[in-house]
C-alpha cells in the first residue's frame, strides 16, 4: 500500500468512525402533533386505510366505474350499427328490386 | 412485543397493547391509535433519517416516513416485524429526499474550509488509536462527509452510507432498498471506489 493510499483509508475510516458516532440533534416536540394533525387530515372525517391499502381500493373502483361506461357505450354503439344493417339488408332484398336486378344483369354476363 | 391481558379482563394499556392490535384499531377507523405506533417508533425512525439526510431535512422525510407508513398499513402483511418494515419505509424516503434533492438545481460542491483540511492534517498526523479516534469524533468530519457525499448519486449514496457507513450487510441493505443484492454488491463496490478517489483528490488538493 503506498502512502497516498494509506491516508485515504485512513480518512475514510475516520469518516466511518464519526458517521457511527455522531450526536445528532433532539426532535421538535411540535413534531409529532404537526404529523398527527396531517394524519388526521389525509384520513378525513371516517376514513381509515383499507386492508387493501387506501390506493388500491380506489383504483379499483375508478376502474370499475371505467369498465361500467365503457361497456354501456360499446353496447349501444353495436345494438344501433347491428340495426342499421339489419335494416340496410332487408331493404336490399324487399325494396330495392332495381338494384337486385342491376346485380342480377351482371351476374348473367 | 408481547402482550397479555389483566386477571381482571380489563383492555391493555397502550403501552401493552402489540403492534398487530393497534396496526388494527387504525385499520378499524381509529386513527388517533396511530400514534402509539409513532411514539413506539419515533427514535427508530429518526435514528435512521438522522444519519442520511442532512438537519435541515429530517423532520420532513420523518413525517413523510410515517405518512407512507399510514396510507400503506393496510398491505402490512406481518412477515416482518413493524419496525422492520417501517426502516424500509424510512430508508426509501431517505433515497427518495437525496433524488428530488439531486435534481433540484439548488445543490452546490463547495470546496473545504481551512478547518476541514486542518482536521485531516490531525487525522493524518494522529500518532495512537486513542489520538485518532479523538479527532474522528470532530465536527469538522461532518463538514468532509457531505462534501464527499454531495459529489455522488442518490443511489450510490445512500448504498455506500448504509453498507459502508452504517455497516448493513449487501442483503440487508437489498432489503431496505427493495433492490436486489446484485445491483447492491455491484454498486457498493464502485460508491466506495468513488468515496475514495473524492478523498484521494481532496488530500492533493490540500497539499496543493
Known sequence: MNKQSHEVRKIEEALIHFHRHRLHSSIDRSWQAR???????????????????????????????????????????????TQD?????????????VGMDLAGSFMNL | ????????????????????????????????????????????VFGIVMKHVPADGTE????????????????????????????RIATRCCYHFWRERRGSPTVSVSSLSDNAEEWMDRVLSAGS????LKEAAKQEAAEVLTHALEKLSAADRMVLALVHLDG?????????????????????????????????????????
Open chain 2, 168 to 208: 448493513y450487510s449487501v442483503q440487508e441493505t437489498a432489503d431496505l432498498l427493495g433492490w436486489s443484492t446484485v445491483s447492491v454488491k455491484v454498486r457498493a463496490h464502485r460508491s466506495r471506489r468513488k468515496l475514495r478517489k473524492i478523498i484521494g483528490d481532496l488530500l492533493q488538493e490540500r497539499g496543493g
Open chain 1, 35 to 81: 404529523l398527527m394533525s396531517r394524519i388526521a387530515k389525509e384520513a378525513g372525517p371516517c376514513e381509515a386505510p383499507t386492508l387493501n391499502g387506501n390506493g388500491m381500493g380506489r383504483t379499483v373502483w375508478r376502474f370499475a366505474l371505467a369498465a361500467s361506461i365503457t361497456t354501456i357505450l360499446l353496447a349501444g354503439t353495436l345494438l344501433f350499427a
Open chain 2, 129 to 132: 488509536q486513542e489520538s485518532f
Open chain 2, 60 to 87: 420532513d422525510v420523518a413525517q413523510e416516513t410515517f405518512l407512507e407508513a399510514y396510507r400503506s398499513l393496510g398491505s402490512f402483511s406481518g412477515r416482518s416485524s413493524f419496525g422492520q418494515w417501517l426502516s
Open chain 2, 1 to 44: 412485543m408481547s402482550r397479555e391481558r389483566t386477571l381482571s379482563g380489563e383492555a391493555p394499556s397502550p403501552e401493552e397493547e402489540t403492534d398487530t392490535e393497534i396496526i388494527g384499531r387504525v385499520l378499524g377507523g381509529d386513527v388517533n391509535a396511530f400514534e402509539g405506533l409513532v411514539n413506539r417508533y419515533r427514535s427508530r
Open chain 1, 85 to 97: 344493417l339489419q335494416y340496410q339488408v332487408a331493404e336490399l332484398i324487399l325494396d330495392d328490386s
